[in-house]
């Protein structure tokens, strides 16, 4: 058993603190990683919330980069010594969507079986699976994917949620290609991230969208070729304009609102692509008018997590930072400990950083 200090959310909207986690050693398929750095993600925010479930108290943390520090005895595919990106994709293997070759839709991903406690015994719900502002966390060794360790802990870590989301939503999920248009709506952390990924596939033009000038300017140093505040100006006419009139050919929503995801399928061009990676509330519906639907052909789709598969995209982004060919640093507004992670959520919802990181 370890005796750890973790983060812990214990009621609903409640300010969050430090607590004295208790980690099993790694059974059957389990590895313990000393976490070196995790980023804070507004799904940890939604998670302190209520808004994924009331499993309460929850161990927050899961965006991470770390060192295997013990494995189970059947564990093969990591070691100790490894540097990992943890990730929520423990791919089974298995079930229907594996045996068709696409794994980055398994419906059985794997978590550890152990479960975590504070100091009283209270069984903790660790974050995606992963539960990593703390020292050390228990995972699933498919939860480990093992990447080069001349890469930053600070800045590995991010692939394990929202930069992979952002990347993933435009390359893997949108196929965004050599010459395309791109327009992002929302440029947040994952936002960006789309944007940098449509400039890494090729597209020549990249129009950024918000309604915040600051954001604005942070998506333009990600590779956004026009940029667009939809509190000014219509972004549908705006895209149109920055396109030929035609529209974009992918089109990404990246906020999770039914009005802005309307503004995305309306900027599309005839047989263009809406993604929607943006992650909406339980309430929300949204109407579009059916004969577009038709008549407009293409394809609305929604990315979860980048449509990734962790063994196959996090080294190869890592090399592709480590070749200076993505900046992975850029998103990182600034480095924290574990007692500054509910301040970090009160910057997050004030819009003044892209992450902040938590280094332990």
Same mark, same amino acid.
């Given at each position: ?28 398929? /389990? ?24 499993? &309460? ?41 594996? *045996? *068709? ?5 398994? &419906?059985? @991903? ?43 802990? @600070? ?49 020549? @033009? ?7 000038? *600051? ?95 962790? @063994? ?30 509910? /301040?970090? &959520? ?8 892209? *992450? ?5």
């Amino acid at each position: 058993m370890n005796e750890v200090k973790g983060v812990v959310a214990r009621s609903k909207g409640a300010p969050v603190g430090i607590e004295t986690i208790l980690v099993p050693d790694p059974g059957p398929g /389990e590895a313990l990683v000393a976490i070196k750095a995790c980023g804070v993600c507004h799904t940890d925010l939604h998670y302190r919330e209520g808004g994924i479930n009331d499993d &309460f108290p929850f161990l927050l943390g899961h965006e991470a980069a770390g060192i295997v520090e013990a494995v189970g005895p059947d564990v093969t595919g990591v070691a100790p010594g490894d540097f990992v990106v943890l990730n929520w994709r423990a791919v089974c293997g298995t079930c229907r969507s594996c *045996r *068709r070759g696409r794994p980055w839709y398994c &419906f059985s @991903t794997f978590n550890a079986t152990q479960k975590m406690t504070t100091a009283d015994g209270t069984v903790l719900s660790p974050a995606l699976g992963i539960g990593a502002f703390a020292e050390k966390t228990l995972v699933a060794a498919g939860q480990c994917t093992k990447v080069d360790p001349a890469a930053p802990a @600070t800045v590995a870590g991010l692939l394990g949620c929202g930069v992979m989301a952002g990347i993933g939503a435009a390359i893997n999920t949108g196929n965004v290609g050599r010459g395309d248009s791109v327009a992002v709506f929302g440029c947040g952390g994952v936002g960006d991230a789309a944007i940098a990924g449509s400039k890494l596939a090729g597209a020549t @033009t990249i129009v950024a969208v918000d309604i915040d000038d *600051r954001k604005l300017e942070w998506a333009k140093e990600f590779g956004a070729t026009h940029l667009v505040n939809s509190s000014r100006e219509d972004p549908v006419e705006a895209i149109k304009a920055a396109t030929g009139g035609n529209g974009a050919d992918v089109c990404i929503e990246a906020i999770g609102l039914p009005g802005v995801f309307r503004q995305a399928f309306d900027a599309r061009d005839l047989a263009g692509t809406v993604v929607l990676v943006g992650v909406p509330r339980p309430d929300m519906e949204v109407t579009l008018p059916f004969l577009e639907v038709f008549g407009r052909g293409g394809a609305m789709k929604s990315s979860w997590y980048g449509d990734c598969l962790p @063994t196959r995209d996090f080294p190869l982004l890592i090399d592709l930072h480590l070749q200076g060919r993505l900046d992975l640093g850029r998103f990182v507004s600034e480095t924290i400990s574990l007692d500054d992670v509910e /301040e970090a &959520f009160h910057k997050m919802e004030r819009g003044e950083v892209l *992450r902040s990181v938590v280094v332990l």
